[in-house]
């Protein structure tokens, strides 16, 4: 059995001050492999290092993440682009958009947004989409994407509606789900991850981020946890937990193009 977490912060602090551990309790929970996601141009290089550092089940994505574009100092974007040709990078982003909090102004996030999309079509690696409070105008720089070139990315911690998760999967995305889906409250976001195509699902834990159900109250979450989500997902789509854990695997090592 093998699980792998596709989208976690291993430099948050919570994480990073106990990070041989946290790595050792992912595998024994059958978490073989992580993808660390950086933010900015420091926590990208941190992932770097991290990934580089535990370099037999952590690799990395690099990216300035929609909250930190107007931070982005001139040659912040520069550095980025280096990075991505660095060694386990398997990524860009995480990037997006976010109309929830407010500091970065909404042009800013698009033309980041914009570039990391660009990115991914001239390297080939995927892309790893942050959405909060604006699917529509996620959804108008896909298509946007789509008519340059194919897409390679991935909706992270899905929140949308069914049609617009059907739309990204025609547009070339995958679907990926968090902790979130395990919440009492949170049944559209079940019925979504039941109903999207096999091939298409991936999982991850967002930690130290929103722990799943039932160790929510577990502070910081990790990706030991992600066994969690996947037991949720798995019963709702019919299927038994070894099933479904070697097919989102599979999906993930495919996607990300690691071993
Ligand atoms: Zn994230």
Aim: aromatic residues 8%; charged residues 25%.
């Amino acid at each position: 059995m093998q699980l792998i977490d596709t989208h976690t912060h291993l430099f948050e602090d919570r994480l990073c001050d106990q990070l041989p551990n946290v790595v050792l309790r992912a595998q024994q929970a059958g978490v073989s492999q992580s993808v660390c996601i950086g933010t900015d141009v420091q926590t990208s290089k941190r992932s770097v290092e991290i990934a580089q550092r535990f370099s037999d089940s952590i690799f990395a994505a690099v990216g300035i993440q929609p909250n930190y574009c107007h931070l982005a100092k001139a040659d912040d974007w520069d550095q980025i682009v280096a990075l991505a040709k660095q060694d386990r990078v398997c990524a860009v982003g995480e990037t997006g958009l976010d109309r929830y909090w407010n500091e970065c102004p909404f042009d800013l996030q698009q033309d980041y947004f914009d570039r990391h999309i660009r990115l991914s079509q001239e390297t080939n690696l995927p892309f790893v989409v942050h959405m909060r409070d604006c699917l529509p105008d996620v959804m108008v720089m896909l298509r946007e994407g789509r008519q340059r070139g194919p897409l390679h990315g991935v909706m992270h911690s899905y929140t949308g509606d069914l049609t617009s998760a059907l739309e990204c999967i025609e547009l070339g995305l995958h679907i990926s789900f968090a902790g979130m889906v395990t919440y009492k409250n949170a049944a559209d976001i079940r019925d979504v991850a039941a109903k999207i195509p096999a091939d298409r699902v991936l999982i991850e834990t967002d930690s130290p981020y929103l722990s799943p159900e039932p160790k929510r109250k577990q502070r910081p979450n990790e990706p030991a946890l992600l066994v969690h989500t996947a037991a949720c997902i798995a019963e709702v789509r019919n299927i038994p937990f070894a099933e479904f854990a070697e097919l989102t695997s599979n999906n993930a090592k495919q996607f990300f193009r690691i071993a």
